[in-house]
Nanobody, 121 residues
Framework: QVQLVESGGGLVQAGGSLRLSCAAS????????MAWYRQAPGNQREYVAS???????NYGDSVKDRFTISRENARKMVHLQMNTLKPEDTAVYYC???????????????WGQGTQVTVSS
């Protein structure tokens, strides 16, 4: 099995910054795309950003130019640097990682348990 543990959430004032991290562990043969999603109360889960195994990145429109995703392949970690935070960024942030668990298996999506980010106005 694969475990994803997020960290770095918390309470910050508008205009501030936070850095989220997600560490993958367990039965991992290869890691593919790593991503962050978020879900605010009453809303559907929303795509935030992703980074491919070779480093290509993509961002949701609402976070472009404010958030930066990065990864550390040797440590099986993905980070999300969030700058110029806004109250509308308040949500539970989830790590999502594509993992191959054996040399002959296909990619499986795994989710972390989520970390709360609250931005006060």
């Amino acid at each position: 099995q694969v475990q994803l543990v997020e960290s770095g959430g918390g309470l910050v004032q508008a205009g501030g910054s936070l850095r989220l991290s997600c560490a993958a562990s367990g039965s991992i043969f290869r890691i593919g795309t790593m991503a962050w999603y978020r879900q605010a109360p009453g809303n559907q889960r929303e795509y935030v950003a992703s980074i491919a195994s070779y480093g290509s990145t993509n961002y949701g429109d609402s976070v472009k130019d404010r958030f930066t995703i990065s990864r550390e392949n040797a440590r099986k970690m993905v980070h999300l640097q969030m700058n110029t935070l806004k109250p509308e960024d308040t949500a539970v942030y989830y790590c999502n990682v594509d993992v191959v668990t054996t040399p002959t298996s296909s990619y499986i999506h795994f989710w972390g348990q989520g970390t709360q980010v609250t931005v006060s106005s």
